[in-house]
């Protein structure tokens, strides 16, 4: 999991790679570096650690000359955190360099291969195969070389790829990893994510897999895999630049929560019209409702249980088995999948690996996909029957917030669409679309409502352990408040399903323990107030998260998060917020990198 980028133009080539990595960071931190093409040589640094570090090496790209060059910023796959490990990787004859994103699954055979050949190996990574494959088959056509290098090539690669004989190109290939093309005014660029180009332009192309592409200054040419041109239309990018910027929030994070109400009227509002929901983007979809037997919802991370929460719409509304799997486990288990399921598949990147290996598997069993995404045009929008986007916007932070409350606001969309698609009438239409609407009033309202979760941070922050309970859809968000809760400070967290304690979680229970107890289901309420007296009795702590005015639980917990009254069908979405910023400010206590936690990157691009 790295990010990629590449310019040729007439300006200095280093300091727009370096603003490019910054953007990149996310996708990768424990080392960087750029290659920069001055004439017919190809100089190289390289760092270990942050971008920071990279800038500082090179005096903001000063000190490097040329107008054409490829950065590259690493999370580690193959090979410790090194200078030597770090990329571009430089040919032995130093023409060529190349940078990459993805895992080449053959390259210890291809390393061998290469090293009978002669060829000498400086790092220990899978990418480092790549350059001297390039090398071995160059006799003076780029294109054919690159050709013959994809061709040995098996698994996944974005390549940034430099050739000293033609000083002022670069080249572009993808195969089952993210790369975008930028069109400038006498400058063109590729990058991972358009969030490094959009300071540059907004005028992109979207490579597909098997495609490479040649860049000079003046233009950009697409070629399929044999070598033929091929004519690829351009996309403009909508959102403003400055949505990729902090606006005055010491975290990404922090203002990607406080951009939830925002975000989720965008995905919910325009999908209301004289009150019902409409999708055109699923009018195909409508025919082969009646023969859909089965849901299954499948991601990983986050979106995974963003899933689990909107199994309880879907399932309530449509009365259809709703299945939901992690997607690592899906792709392996040889699923009972058929031309009756509707496989939901949900990516905030649309690039996750293991997420398209499990899209592919059901596809080949006869599933019909629909894919949440937020990220046009990515892979797992364009393998997908159907696609409904998120428009949470760019997310930057590693730990995603707007990604998830987005994804979940468009499955309580989905299904009150599909039951009103399957002729169902629960009675309660309009009431269901009002409550909708009302979202993101309510996430703001939630933010509004907890001044003191600053203060429960300090109490708090420095736990061994937080356990988090709950029934039903609190349990689907107590898991999704546990990840956040682990991913960004770095505390154990755990999520269990309340009625489950006394079969064997109790035990871990002790003096102090402090146990986050969600209670946002009146129907259940009852039930879950026991569980925390079980909890109480062995003498945990506990931080109740529940509506305001909820009477009955000011008597049994310690410290008290709220929401406000909402139907509980569709609370998760506002429920999360709270634990959102519980974990923000716990992290904060501990003095963690919140938006690039350690060993953790945004686009999961390998298995």
């Known amino acids: 999991m790295c990010g990629i980028v590449g310019f040729t133009g007439v300006r200095s080539a280093a300091p727009i790679l370096l603003d490019g990595l910054k953007k990149l960071e996310y996708r990768g931190y424990d080392s960087a570096g750029i290659a920069v093409m001055d004439h017919h040589v190809i100089s190289l640094s390289k760092v270990t650690g942050r ?80 350059v001297h494959l390039i090398e071995m088959y160059y006799r003076g056509d780029m294109r054919e070389a690159l050709i013959r290098t994809a061709n040995q090539l098996r698994g996944s690669y974005a390549l940034g790829v430099l050739c000293s004989e033609e000083p002022d190109k670069i080249y572009a290939v993808r195969e089952a990893s993210p790369l975008i093309l930028g069109l400038g005014i006498g400058e063109n660029f590729f990058a991972s994510d358009v969030t490094a180009l959009v300071n540059h332009t907004r005028n992109v192309i979207y490579l597909e897999d098997g495609e490479f592409a040649e860049l000079s200054r003046s233009s950009i040419r697409v070629f399929d895999g044999a070598g033929q041109e091929i004519r690829k239309k351009s996309t403009r990018i909508l959102w403003d630049v400055q949505a990729a910027e902090k606006g005055g929030f010491e975290h990404f994070m922090l203002k990607e929560i406080m951009e939830q109400p925002g975000a989720v009227k965008a995905t919910i509002s325009p999908r209301i019209k004289d009150g019902r929901i409409v999708f055109d983007e699923l009018k195909a979809l409508i025919p082969a409702l009646p023969n859909i037997r089965k849901i299954m919802i499948t991601a990983c991370g986050s979106a995974y249980y963003a899933g689990c929460a909107g199994k309880y719409a879907l399932e309530k509304l449509c009365r259809i088995p709703v299945e939901t799997q992690l997607a690592s486990e899906l792709r392996y288990s040889d699923p009972l999948i058929d031309e009756q399921t509707l496989l939901i598949v949900i990516s905030q990147s649309g690039e996750t690996a293991d997420t398209i290996a499990a899209m592919k598997e059901c596809k080949a069993r006869g599933a019909k996909t629909l894919a949440i995404v937020n990220v046009v045009g990515s892979t797992v929008a364009k393998m997908a029957d159907y ?96 990840l956040k809760m682990k991913e960004i400070s770095y505390l154990h967290a ?114």
């Open 387 to 482: 696609t409904v986007y998120t428009w949470a916007g760019p997310e930057i932070a590693v730990a995603t917030t707007k990604g998830y409350t987005t994804q979940i606001s468009v499955l309580y969309l989905l299904a009150l669409y599909l039951s009103d698609c399957l002729g169902l009438d629960s009675g309660k239409k309009a009431v269901m679309i009002e409550a909708l609407q009302a979202l993101p009033r309510q996430i703001q309202q939630a933010i509004d409502m907890n001044p003191g979760i600053p203060g429960l941070a300090r109490k708090y922050h420095a736990s061994k352990a937080l356990f988090f309970i709950g029934r039903n859809t609190d349990y689907a968000v107590a898991l999704e408040g546990a």
């Open 51 to 130: 971008i920071a570090n990279l800038c500082e090496k090179t005096h903001d790209g000063k000190c490097m000359a040329g107008s054409t060059g490829i950065g590259h910023t690493r999370w580690a796959t193959h090979g410790a955190p090194t200078e030597e490990n770090a990329h571009p990787h430089l040919s032995n004859d130093g023409r060529f360099a190349v940078v990459h994103n993805g895992i080449i699954e053959n390259y210890i055979a291809l390393r061998e291969e290469l090293i009978r050949d002669g060829y000498h190996f400086e790092s220990e990574t899978d990418t480092e195969v790549i």
């Open 494 to 607: 755990e999520a269990y399903a309340a009625g489950e304690l006394k079969h064997g979680t109790i035990a871990l229970i002790e003096e102090h323990q402090p146990v986050i107890a969600l209670c946002c289901n009146p129907l259940i309420m009852e039930k879950t107030m026991n569980n925390i007296v079980e909890v109480k009795s062995r003498g945990a702590e506990v931080l109740a998260l529940t509506y305001r005015n909820n009477q009955k639980i000011l008597s049994v917990a310690d410290d008290l998060l709220f929401i406000p009254q909402i139907d509980p069908l569709f609370s998760a979405v506002v429920e999360i917020v709270p634990l959102q910023l519980l974990a923000y400010y716990v992290a904060k206590e501990n003095e963690c990198d919140i938006d690039k936690p350690k060993n953790l990157a945004k686009s999961v691009t390998v298995e």
